[in-house]
């Protein structure tokens, strides 16, 4: 080396000092693609949006999914003027709205509740469009006594499909919750696709429940979704009895780019609980790659 150029790089030793601080200030994301988020239920019901976002981009966070009825107070009776609001608290952040999550259901046999739920959903849909959320949650919610199968599932599916046409028109997906008592099945998820024609806008969010591991494994019930998966709902990572790597090398081999939410109990430490769980999670996906 020269000694002009020798100079020339130990000047510069000074300045890349002092933007270092700057750049660890967050933590690397999780990983390339894969996007690691929360669901306020339960661990951060209580946070309203400005405690939110600043605990979750120090938990090194990329988004949250911001279920119905929580402190965030991010519900369809906001104003327009709150909406805009919202949206810009988090366009001025590193976190993103991953979703809203809802209530709705569309299993009641009563024609006008079901309507009633469907109507509600497309309200949803507007508040994902107006404050930047790319989806809404949905859920089955199980088969009502002396009405069959296939007359639940159907009018399932047939609302989802048109809870889809609205929500693509407005530029936001909807997201089917693996959820209920005998609807979590992965078999009665995928005749309630079949049934509202696999709709684009209707995608499937994975719930890491227990009844994933019925029906021929944890591999067969993954496989029947795979292609409509939209995000994940992830329990404590610490529950042995679910097959986590298993579903860390399945979304790695599908090149998922989508959100992980970790969906656990609230804690009297749960910052401290948040990044453990991320922890844990970059550990599980270092380990499948």
């Excluded at 159907?154 to 209920?180: M, N, S, T, Y």
């Amino acid at each position: 080396m020269h000694r002009r150029d020798f100079l020339t790089s130990l000047a510069a030793v000074p300045a890349l000092a002092a933007i270092q601080p700057e750049q660890s200030a967050r933590p690397a994301p999780t990983r390339r693609g894969l996007k690691l988020g929360t669901v306020t239920y339960n661990i951060a019901k209580d946070w309203d949006l400005p405690t939110l976002i600043k605990n979750l981009t120090e938990a090194g966070f990329d988004a949250v999914e911001l279920r119905t009825t929580h402190k965030h107070g991010v519900e369809i009776s906001l104003s327009p003027a709150a909406r805009a609001e919202v949206r810009k608290r988090f366009e001025d952040s590193s976190v993103r709205i991953g979703g809203l999550g809802t209530t709705c259901e569309y299993h009641s046999p009563d024609p006008a509740i079901l309507r009633k739920n469907i109507d509600e959903t497309r309200e949803w849909v507007t508040l994902a469009h107006d404050v930047g959320s790319p989806s809404v949650k949905v859920r089955p919610n199980g088969i009502p006594k002396n009405v069959s199968e296939e007359q639940t599932l159907e009018p399932i599916g047939k609302a989802l499909r048109e809870c889809g046409a609205f929500a693509r028109d407005h530029g936001v997906a909807i997201q089917l919750e693996v959820h209920g008592e005998t609807t979590s099945r992965l078999p009665r998820i995928r005749k309630i696709l079949d049934y509202g024609g696999n709709h684009p806008a209707v995608r499937v969010c994975w719930n890491s429940n227990q009844t994933d591991l019925l029906d021929g494994g944890f591999e067969a019930t993954f496989r029947l979704v795979r292609d409509q998966i939209g995000q994940v709902h992830m329990r404590d990572l610490f529950v042995e009895e679910y097959p986590w790597r298993r579903l860390f090398s399945a979304l790695t081999d599908m090149k998922f780019a989508g959100y992980c939410f970790a969906e656990i109990p609230e804690s009297a430490d749960p910052l401290r609980v948040l990044k453990y769980f991320r922890g844990l999670c970059r550990a599980y996906l270092n380990s499948c790659c």
